[in-house]
């Protein structure tokens, strides 16, 4: 079972850098794929990005691209998203999300767990 919680959220100002973190309290976390997604007010869940099980096969979003890093560690079952150069219009609530399968995907629909999310407000 695959129990997921998003931490690391905030206020922060534009420019400025954020860690999120997805702890995984189930026994399969290394077996599967991590995404971060986000949603902002009025707007559909979008991908941010996605990590496989080695840590050696990663996506972006091209929106994120050269700003933000995943990671993952598995010895404490827990995957990363490191922010940097935050804009405004990175103010969301992002959630973290696994899929038991090994096949990499941009879509949340893909994803079979997630977590409650946690709020990222990036103020100008």
């Known amino acids: 079972q695959v129990h997921l919680v998003e931490s690391g959220g905030g206020l922060v100002q534009a420019g400025g850098s954020l860690r999120l973190s997805c702890a995984d309290s189930?026994?399969?976390?290394?077996?599967?794929?991590m995404g971060w997604f986000r949603q902002a007010p009025g707007k559909e869940r979008e991908f941010v990005a996605a990590?496989?099980?080695?840590?050696?096969?990663?996506l972006y979003d091209d929106s994120v691209k050269g700003r933000f890093t995943i990671s993952r560690d598995s010895d404490k079952n827990t995957v990363y998203l490191q922010m940097n150069s935050l804009k405004p219009e990175d103010t969301a609530v992002y959630f973290c999300?696994?899929?038991?399968?090994?096949?990499?995907?941009?879509?949340?629909?893909?994803?079979?767990?997630w977590g409650q999310g946690t709020q990222v407000t990036v103020s100008s």
């Open positions: 999300a696994a899929r038991a399968l090994a096949i990499m995907t941009r879509n949340p629909g893909r994803y079979d767990n």
């Open positions: 189930g026994r399969t976390f290394s077996r599967y794929v």
């Open positions: 990590i496989n099980w080695s840590g050696d096969v990663i």
